[in-house]
């Protein structure tokens, strides 16, 4: 059999070579069983050495079988398969059966084309929305980059491999090789380059670095070696994506400075807060401004205030504010001179004096933007904070704690969890007084549909009755029935009638055809007769002698041999059950009879 005939668990037929990494190749699959093209990756076989690698693999393809979405996609099944190699050792290769996603790689777009502002905050948009439910799945992705993305029609964005570099990373073989550093080094986040833990923020920092490609055009660290890379990314600071492309706004600059902060707490905390920013940033808006961490942060090269500006690196030294105050147009200063000629030189330093004093509260505030507390101004109230995405009981304890009034309104959502904040109006940031009420729209859970019946059904009429329920089919697995035919649904996981979310995982189990077939022999004829044709076997019974041939007497009571093997076998048959023949009887010969007197004459024909 050629590479393009092999069949993979029994049912995806390899197809054409379509993408190598280090880790797997990927091939153009077709599922014979539902009858749709699928994606097919063949991991490396040696890491199915690892005696716990096969479990977490499983765990964390399911976990990502379980994340239905448009930007990520989609686990169909995941496995490992079997094959012998040219010494008659048994060798295993670790599977994954995606969607097949036709388009191209961020990657190979990044390599080949300047993409604009514009298509390149798009594509980061939808990869924040890919993680936003990742993450809220529980799932870190942990190798965030282009060559996980793919961009398909209308530039809609797929992020594949979600849970898989858990697994691997999981595995010691690879552990060993790589000294506990899994991902790709250009896009490395700190905690990763120096083997710590990971979470959610470290999508996100890899996210940053994308961001800063497609619009700097280039990454933001490069070396001879992944190990400098890497070294680059844990202790260097990136140059502004604006000295490489002056389109990009300071707003913009922020952004992806603080997505890139060598601390994680200094980072967007949750995709959705990235996006929101990023949104901000493009729109013009001043909210970008609130996205520069306080001082000592060591998001970018030079202060807060440069993310801002960046007229030039400001220092907060008092010699330094004063330059920065005679640094002020000229002309505004000659004017007021002008035309104020009967004032006092001290007049004019008291001008000069309270613009310096404004640059320093500016300045104050910039710096200690992102830090802890709600700051109260006499002049312009409490500053909200955020809640949205917290849950309404943390959200309402936040507020409240700021003496502000809060009203809760429920609100369906597909996306956000049941009892937690989608928005809140007045926007985090506004400055209000004391007591005013603060709406907080809470998530009443996503709309409910009812898993549908399909009991009985084929596999390929099931999966198109789930799904037009807004449910995602998610394993299928095959079991033995007695009655229910091969490739039918014998049951579903939840089961029919259930309401669930829009979105929501049906796994489906189906009949293979078989039953298994259990010895009878050495039983009681009835025994076994009972045995065999209950509901769980469901076969048709006939006893019959062996060498009934030569049987004289009747037939035995005890099973001494039956017609079906014990195992699996197909359903529906008749099985024989064969005994002995017992109470047999050899036949006297017949007597002969004694002849008395004369012989009786022969009768003769007249003629």
Same mark, same amino acid.
């Given at each position: 059999?050629?590479?393009?005939?092999?069949?993979?668990?029994g049912?995806?037929?390899?197809?054409?070579?379509v993408?190598?990494?280090?880790m797997?190749?990927?091939?153009?699959?077709?599922?014979?069983?539902?009858?749709?093209?699928v994606?097919?990756?063949?991991l490396?076989?040696?890491?199915?050495?690892?005696?716990?690698f096969?479990?977490?693999?499983?765990q964390?393809a399911?976990?990502?079988?379980?994340?239905?979405?448009?930007?990520?996609?989609?686990?169909y099944?995941a496995?490992?398969?079997?094959t012998?190699?040219?010494n008659?050792?048994?060798?295993?290769?670790p599977?994954?059966?995606?969607?097949?996603?036709?388009?191209?790689?961020?990657?190979?777009?990044i390599?080949?084309?300047?993409?604009?502002?514009?298509?390149?905050?798009?594509?980061?948009?939808?990869?924040?929305?890919?993680?936003?439910?990742?993450?809220?799945?529980g799932?870190?992705?942990?190798?965030?980059k282009?060559?996980?993305?793919?961009?398909?029609?209308?530039?809609?964005?797929?992020?594949?491999?979600?849970?898989?570099?858990?697994?691997?990373?999981?595995?010691?073989?690879?552990?060993?090789?790589?000294?506990?550093?899994?991902?790709?080094a250009?896009y490395f986040?700190?905690?990763?380059?120096?083997?710590?833990a990971?979470d959610?923020?470290?999508?996100?920092?890899?996210?940053?670095?994308?961001?800063?490609?497609?619009?700097a055009?280039?990454?933001?660290?490069?070396?001879?070696?992944?190990?400098?890379?890497?070294?680059q990314?844990?202790?260097?600071?990136?140059?502004?994506?604006?000295?490489?492309n002056?389109?990009?706004?300071?707003?913009l600059?922020?952004?992806?400075?603080?997505?890139?902060?060598?601390?994680?707490?200094?980072?967007?905390?949750?995709?959705?807060?990235?996006?929101?920013?990023?949104?901000?940033?493009?729109?013009?808006?001043?909210?970008a401004?609130a996205?520069?961490?306080?001082?000592?942060?060591?998001?970018?090269?030079?202060?807060?205030?440069?993310?801002?500006?960046?007229p030039?690196?400001?220092?907060?030294?008092?010699?330094?504010?004063?330059e920065?105050?005679?640094?002020?147009?000229?002309?505004?200063v000659?004017?007021?001179t002008?035309?104020?000629?009967?004032i006092g030189?001290?007049?004019?330093?008291?001008?000069?004096?309270?613009?310096?004093v404004?640059?320093?509260?500016?300045?104050?505030w910039?710096?200690?933007?992102?830090g802890?507390g709600?700051p109260?101004?006499?002049?312009?109230?409490?500053?909200?904070?955020?809640?949205?995405?917290?849950?309404?009981?943390?959200?309402f304890?936040?507020?409240?704690?700021?003496?502000?009034?809060v009203?809760?309104?429920?609100?369906?959502?597909e996306?956000?969890?049941?009892?937690?904040?989608?928005?809140?109006?007045?926007?985090a940031?506004?400055s209000?007084?004391?007591?005013t009420?603060?709406t907080?729209?809470?998530?009443?859970?996503?709309?409910?549909?009812?898993?549908?019946?399909?009991?009985?059904?084929?596999?390929?009429?099931?999966?198109?009755?789930?799904?037009?329920?807004?449910? +995602?089919?998610?394993?299928?697995?095959?079991?033995? #029935?007695? *009655?229910v035919?091969? @490739? !039918? =649904? &014998?049951?579903?996981?939840?089961?029919?009638?259930?309401?669930?979310p829009?979105?929501?995982?049906?796994?489906l189990?189906?009949?293979?055809?078989?039953?298994?077939?259990?010895?009878?022999?050495?039983?009681?004829?009835?025994e076994?007769?009972s045995?065999?044709?209950?509901?769980?076997?469901?076969?048709? +019974?006939?006893?019959?002698i062996l060498?009934?041939? #030569?049987? *004289?007497?009747?037939? @035995? !009571? =005890? &099973?001494?041999?039956?017609?079906?093997?014990?195992g699996?076998?197909?359903?529906?048959?008749?099985?024989?059950?064969?005994?002995e023949?017992?109470?047999?009887?050899?036949?006297?010969p017949t007597?002969?009879?004694?002849?008395?007197?004369?012989?009786?004459p022969?009768?003769?024909?007249?003629?």
């Amino acid at each position: 059999m050629n590479e393009n005939e092999r069949l993979i668990a029994g049912r995806y037929r390899l197809g054409k070579l379509v993408g190598r990494g280090g880790m797997a190749e990927v091939f153009e699959g077709y599922d014979t069983r539902l009858g749709r093209t699928v994606a097919i990756k063949l991991l490396k076989s040696d890491l199915a050495n690892d005696a716990s690698f096969e479990a977490k693999f499983r765990q964390e393809a399911q976990a990502s079988a379980r994340m239905a979405h448009p930007t990520i996609v989609r686990v169909y099944d995941a496995g490992e398969e079997e094959t012998i190699d040219e010494n008659g050792s048994t060798k295993k290769t670790p599977f994954i059966v995606m969607e097949f996603v036709k388009g191209r790689l961020l990657r190979e777009l990044i390599h080949d084309d300047e993409i604009e502002v514009s298509r390149s905050i798009k594509f980061v948009n939808g990869i924040l929305t890919a993680l936003e439910v990742s993450h809220r799945a529980g799932v870190v992705h942990r190798d965030i980059k282009p060559a996980n993305v793919m961009i398909g029609d209308g530039d809609s964005i797929k992020v594949m491999d979600f849970g898989i570099a858990r697994a691997v990373s999981d595995n010691s073989a690879t552990q060993a090789a790589t000294g506990g550093i899994i991902g790709t080094a250009q896009y490395f986040s700190p905690e990763q380059a120096r083997g710590d833990a990971v979470d959610g923020r470290t999508d996100l920092y890899s996210t940053g670095v994308i961001l800063y490609e497609l619009l700097a055009g280039r990454p933001p660290f490069q070396g001879e070696s992944a190990v400098s890379v890497a070294y680059q990314h844990v202790s260097e600071v990136a140059e502004l994506p604006s000295k490489y492309n002056p389109q990009i706004s300071s707003e913009l600059d922020a952004v992806v400075m603080r997505a890139m902060a060598k601390d994680r707490d200094q980072r967007f905390q949750n995709a959705e807060e990235f996006r929101e920013h990023l949104n901000a940033a493009v729109a013009g808006t001043k909210a970008a401004a609130a996205l520069v961490p306080t001082t000592g942060s060591n998001v970018g090269s030079g202060d807060a205030t440069e993310l801002i500006s960046r007229p030039r690196p400001i220092d907060t030294s008092p010699t330094s504010l004063l330059e920065g105050f005679e640094t002020l147009p000229n002309e505004k200063v000659t004017t007021a001179t002008n035309s104020t000629s009967k004032i006092g030189s001290g007049v004019i330093w008291g001008l000069g004096t309270g613009v310096a004093v404004i640059l320093i509260g500016l300045l104050f505030w910039v710096m200690n933007l992102g830090g802890g507390g709600s700051p109260i101004n006499p002049d312009t109230g409490i500053q909200v904070q955020s809640v949205e995405g917290s849950l309404y009981e943390d959200a309402f304890n936040t507020l409240t704690a700021q003496d502000l009034l809060v009203l809760r309104v429920y609100e369906k959502s597909e996306s956000v969890p049941e009892g937690v904040v989608i928005r809140q109006e007045p926007a985090a940031g506004t400055s209000v007084l004391s007591k005013t009420p603060v709406t907080v729209y809470v998530s009443s859970g996503a709309t409910e549909v009812t898993v549908p019946n399909v009991i009985g059904r084929t596999e390929a009429d099931a999966v198109l009755q789930i799904e037009a329920q807004g449910l +995602v089919v998610g394993t299928i697995s095959v079991v033995g #029935s007695a *009655t229910v035919p091969e @490739g !039918t =649904v &014998v049951a579903s996981d939840p089961v029919t009638n259930q309401q669930l979310p829009v979105g929501s995982v049906v796994n489906l189990v189906l009949s293979d055809g078989t039953v298994s077939v259990p010895d009878v022999r050495n039983l009681d004829v009835l025994e076994a007769r009972s045995i065999l044709t209950a509901p769980a076997i469901g076969f048709t +019974v006939s006893v019959e002698i062996l060498d009934e041939a #030569s049987c *004289t007497g009747r037939p @035995g !009571t =005890v &099973v001494l041999q039956q017609s079906i093997a014990p195992g699996d076998a197909r359903q529906l048959q008749n099985i024989i059950l064969y005994v002995e023949c017992v109470g047999a009887v050899t036949p006297s010969p017949t007597p002969t009879p004694t002849v008395t007197g004369s012989p009786t004459p022969t009768p003769t024909a007249t003629p």
